[in-house]
C-alpha cells in the first residue's frame, strides 16, 4: 500500500480515543470466544470507534476576516438567537448557526476565527436531540466567547446530544488560538452552535456540509447578503 492510500485510511487518533478504542477491541476479541459472528460485529464496532475519534489534519483558508466552521456536519439551523446568557454577551439576539454533528462525523472542534478566549462557561443540563432547537437551552452545553482581532465578540456553544455524555474544552481562558486550531470535542454525536458579531451574515445554507476547518461560514469584512440554497 502507497504512502497515499495509507495516510487515507489511518488517520491520526484524538487522545480522548485512547481510553475507549483498547476497551472495544478487549470486547471484540471475547466474543469471538462467545461466537465468532459476534465477534466480528465487535470488530466492526472497534473500527467505528477509531474513526469516530479521528483527528485529520485540515487546510485551514488564512485570509483574514474568515470565520471557519467549527466541527464537520451540516448546517441545521440558521437564525437569530439570544447566546447563552452565562456569557454575558447581553439580551439582544446575534445570527446563529448550527452545524449537527452525526455519530459518523469527526468530532474534534475547532476554533472559527483566531483571537482569545475571554470566557468559558459550562452548564450541565439534558441529552435532547441535539438537532432540535430547543437543544441550546436545555442540554448540557460548554460556551467560549472569541475577543476578535477587531474587538468583537464571537459565541462558540459546544451542545452536547442524545448520546453525548462528555464535552471536552482543552484551552483555558486567555488562551488565544488562530482560525483553525483545536479546542474541544464531543463524544458521541451533538451540535456546535456559532453566534455572530452584528452585521456578519451566513454564507451557508441549510442542509449543507461543513468541514471543521476548512469550510467558510461567514466573512466579517463583507457586505455580501446571507446566502439561499436548496439541497438536491
Known amino acids: 500500500m502507497s504512502a497515499s492510500m495509507m495516510s487515507t485510511v489511518i488517520k491520526p487518533i484524538h487522545r480522548e480515543g485512547w481510553r475507549f478504542i483498547p476497551i472495544f477491541a478487549v470486547v471484540a476479541l471475547v466474543l469471538f ?8 460485529i465487535g470488530v466492526g464496532l472497534t473500527v467505528w470507534c477509531y474513526y469516530f475519534f479521528r483527528d485529520p489534519m485540515r487546510v485551514t483558508p488564512e485570509r483574514e476576516g474568515l470565520i471557519i466552521s467549527p466541527a464537520d456536519g451540516v448546517i441545521s439551523l440558521l437564525e437569530p438567537a439570544v447566546p447563552p446568557e452565562e456569557l454575558g454577551l447581553g439580551p439582544d439576539a446575534m445570527m ?26 459550562y452548564r450541565p443540563g439534558k441529552f435532547l436531540n441535539a438537532s432540535l ?3 441550546s437551552v436545555d442540554n448540557e452545553r460548554n460556551s467560549l466567547v472569541v475577543r476578535m482581532e477587531d474587538g468583537r465578540d464571537l459565541a462558540v456553544v459546544q451542545i452536547a446530544g442524545l448520546v453525548a455524555r462528555r464535552i471536552v474544552c482543552e484551552v483555558p481562558e486567555g488562551a488565544r488560538l488562530q482560525t483553525g486550531e483545536r479546542f474541544g470535542m464531543i463524544r458521541f454525536g451533538s451540535r456546535l452552535d456559532v453566534y455572530l458579531p452584528e452585521g456578519v451574515q451566513p454564507l451557508v445554507s441549510l442542509g449543507q456540509t461543513m468541514v471543521a476547518g476548512e469550510t467558510v461560514l461567514a466573512d466579517i469584512t463583507s457586505a455580501e447578503p446571507a446566502r439561499t440554497g436548496r439541497t438536491r
Open 33 to 40: 470466544f462467545v461466537w465468532e459472528p459476534l465477534g466480528w
Open 133 to 135: 432547537d430547543k437543544a
Open 96 to 121: 446563529r448557526v448550527s452545524v449537527f454533528m452525526n455519530v459518523f462525523n469527526c468530532h474534534v472542534n475547532r476554533l472559527p476565527i483566531a483571537g482569545e478566549i475571554t470566557k468559558i462557561s
